[in-house]
């Protein structure tokens, strides 16, 4: 069963229609859905009986010189694929939470912010100041009103997914924290909403940062002996790049540190402007023993 509901009353009129004991996966987007986003809804699917998909344009996580405004909203469209999905798993119901107001989630009067400090100004943050700030502010409110034992996210937005893993632990907060893998199209450019920006041209030449870090994926071999000839050939990307590469870096897969002295696992961490669109995507590095 799917409802489609818009108000923050309704919905806990909804989630308290449930017993206690109904375990809920909770899947958060901006909308404008696409098999990325439809990912992290099968997974949800496949493991709880009850699944909230919320579609909320969070103002708070755009800059002041940022998309908000023209963010693609597609409600009636990403419905008809959220049913599409639906259709394979008989017996579960999906509550589609669609706030039809900024107001509905944060209280006017409300001074909140939550900050997870010190992630939230690397990398990503260094560029978006006050965007992870959004982020993890909107997801403790949509925490606290949906109750739910896990959440799904994607590794697309990995510093994202570092950044709430580490607000959850922080809060204390008894749910399950899940990131899946990045779903790309077939030239290997991950799949993002901001990429309908990209004329074909511009989508088509963007497979070469997938490519770019899956040659260094494969340069490093598996050796942290390789590390800084790794980093060398990093550094000459960028200096051939003319600055397109907003950051390419390799960083600790848990703490985003640069040291990776005591690393198990790695991360290549990028943004590259293309165009007005920035491109992130990231692949994991694993070291021998
Ligand atoms: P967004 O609507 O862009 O805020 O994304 C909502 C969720 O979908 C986040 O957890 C994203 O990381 C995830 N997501 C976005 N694009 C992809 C992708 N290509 N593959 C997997 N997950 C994704």
């Known amino acids: 069963m799917l409802k489609i509901i818009t108000s923050k009353s309704q919905f806990i009129h909804e989630r308290n229609s449930y017993t206690q004991d109904i375990n809920i996966g909770f899947v958060p987007t901006m909308g404008n859905l696409h098999d990325g986003h439809l990912s992290l809804l099968e997974k949800a699917l496949e493991e709880f009986p009850v699944v909230v998909f919320t ?13 908000f405004k023209k963010y693609p909203r597609t409600l009636d469209a990403d419905i008809e694929k959220i049913k599409k999905t639906l259709s394979s798993y008989s017996m579960k119901d999906v509550l589609v939470f ?4 900024p107001q509905e989630i944060f209280p006017q009067d409300s001074n909140l912010k939550v900050s997870v400090h010190k992630l939230n100004s690397i990398l990503e943050g260094e ?16 925490f606290k009103i949906i109750r739910a034992h896990k ?19 922080d809060l204390q907060i008894s749910m399950i924290v899940e ?12 799949m993002s909403s901001r990429n309908q920006y990209l004329d074909e041209k511009l989508r088509e030449s963007s497979s070469h940062v997938y490519q770019t870090l899956k040659r260094l994926k494969v340069m490093m071999d598996f050796r942290k002996e ?6 060398k050939q990093i ?8 600055g397109h590469w907003n950051y390419l870096e ?22 590259y402007q293309q165009g007005h669109v920035r491109l992130l995507d990231n692949v994991q590095l694993e070291f021998k023993k």
């Open 127 to 142: 560029l978006r100041p006050t965007h992870f700030d959004g982020v993890t502010t909107v997801l403790f409110y949509l």
């Open 250 to 271: 390799i960083v600790d897969s848990e703490t985003l540190d640069y040291d990776l002295t005591k690393s198990d696992k790695a991360t290549i961490v990028a943004a």
């Open 151 to 169: 959440v799904y996210l994607g590794l697309k937005d990995y510093q994202q997914f570092i950044i709430v893993k580490k607000m959850i632990k």
């Open 235 to 242: 550094n000459t990307i960028k200096n051939q790049s003319s």
């Open 226 to 231: 390789n590390l800084s000839l790794v980093r």
């Open 179 to 190: 990131g899946l893998p990045i779903v790309r199209e077939s030239n290997g450019l991950a």
């Open 98 to 101: 669609a706030p039809s107001d």
């Open 55 to 67: 579609i909320f344009i969070n103002p708070k996580q755009f800059g002041p010189h940022e998309d």
